[in-house]
């Protein structure tokens, strides 16, 4: 059985910091790449940070960029994402999704959450100002 479990979230001071995490199991790894995506109550869904557990490309959102730094564990089969100088408006419900696209030597991200096979239940992030 296929299953991603993000936790990490909760509630965090504007300017304070938060690592979620996505436990991946039922699937081989190192052969998808996870992204996290989040949505805050009536904005459409935004895919925020992705990583390749193939090569370790990584992807940014310019709205966390310099911000969050996502990274892979094989080992654990865990990808996190250190999200530091929180802004209310990262106030959203985060999830990670996996990825099965190859292309040229590795399984890449890509930003399109449809193109996703797998998905968390999600983690709730709360910045208060």
């Known amino acids: 059985e296929v299953q991603l479990v993000e936790s990490g979230g909760g509630l965090v001071q504007a300017g304070g910091s938060l690592r979620l995490s996505c436990a991946a199991s039922?699937?081989?790894?190192?052969?998808?790449?996870i992204g996290w995506f989040r949505q805050a109550p009536g904005k459409e869904r935004e895919g925020i940070s992705c990583i390749s557990n193939s090569d370790g490309d990584t992807y940014y959102a310019d709205s966390v960029k310099g911000r969050f730094t996502i990274s892979s564990d094989s080992a654990k089969n865990t990808v996190y994402l250190q999200m530091n100088s929180l802004k209310p408006d990262d106030t959203a419900v985060y999830y990670c999704a996996a990825v099965h696209i190859y292309y040229s030597g590795s399984y890449y991200c890509v930003t399109a959450g449809w193109e996703y096979d797998f998905w968390g239940q999600g983690t709730q992030v709360t910045v208060s100002s």
């Open positions: 039922g699937f081989t790894f190192d052969e998808y790449a």
